[in-house]
């Protein structure tokens, strides 16, 4: 029962800061994931004789 208090009060007084850290977090991923998707991709390498057997 102890543990269990502890960890709602600690949920109650870090919830806020938690909680603004995963927004920054998947702000951060987000703006990440658009860049990457705005550059073009590499062209494919041709394929080498030995591939090609």
Do not use: Y
Request: proline residues 8%; positive net charge; hydrophobic residues 45%.
């Amino acid at each position: 029962m102890l543990p269990f208090l502890g960890v709602l009060i600690h949920l109650i007084a870090r919830g806020k800061s938690m909680a603004s850290r995963d927004i920054e977090q998947t702000q951060g991923a987000d703006v990440a994931f658009k860049a990457c998707m705005r550059t073009p991709p590499k062209a494919a390498a041709t394929p080498t004789a030995m591939e090609k057997t």
